[in-house]
């Protein structure tokens, strides 16, 4: 339970460093390391936590579940820079769901040409996680298959309002390139407090 008192609502300010990504990625463990150097046991968040930063920017842990994804709406427009970490011990679903969740992030009008996304590389300490050019690699062919099975759907439907297409028509998706924003990969440890 962390405080939000004096923090404000949603709306307000473009001073948001917004924490976002899959469930169990270390979303919570990263907002605690980073305001109090703790780790406390954590359970899947179903509410966002905020709380001001010593800069006076507002720090905001994201839950990952697909269900209150839309909610993530009103903290885009006030991101001044997003954080999504991923889980690098998980060669598979750790590049997917990371994927999938930049995703969504880079089609939505809102960031073309915004704030910068720091994906974070969460668990790089444990033997066989991927390193974050590996991760960048696997997260880029997964979004252009994704790239693939959204064009193949011929009709636009009502949840594609607001969406940015996203790569080159005929080109291989690459970050650099087709990013509408800067997107930068970093190994991160956050149990044992390796936080770039």
């Known amino acids: 339970p962390t405080s939000t008192k004096g923090v404000g609502s949603r709306r307000g300010a473009k001073n948001a460093v917004v924490l976002v990504g899959p469930s169990g990625a270390g979303k919570t463990c990263l907002f ?10 954590t359970l899947t968040s179903m509410k966002e936590q905020q709380e001001k930063l010593p800069s006076g920017k507002l720090l ?6 697909l269900r209150l994804r839309a909610a ?3 903290w885009l427009d006030r991101a001044v820079a997003l954080v999504l970490v991923i889980d690098a011990s998980n060669p598979r679903s750790g590049p ?3 994927a999938e969740f930049l995703f969504e992030l880079l089609t939505d ?8 996304v720091l994906v974070a590389c969460n668990k790089s300490d444990v033997v066989g996680a991927k390193a974050p050019d590996k991760i960048r690699v696997a997260m880029e062919r997964e979004m252009e298959e994704l790239r693939r099975t959204r064009a193949a759907k011929a009709d636009v439907s009502a949840s594609d309002e607001g969406k940015l297409p996203l790569g080159r028509p005929g080109v291989k998706f ?5 990013s509408p924003c800067d997107v930068t990969f970093t190994a991160a440890s956050v149990v044992n407090g390796d936080i770039h």
């Open 109 to 116: 009008a809102r960031l073309e040409a915004g704030p910068p």
């Open 96 to 98: 997917r769901d990371g």
């Open 174 to 178: 690459k970050l650099e390139e087709d």
């Open 72 to 74: 993530l709406d009103a």
């Open 32 to 41: 605690h390391k980073i305001l109090r150097d703790e780790l406390p046991e």
């Open 60 to 65: 905001v842990d994201f839950p990952g579940h």
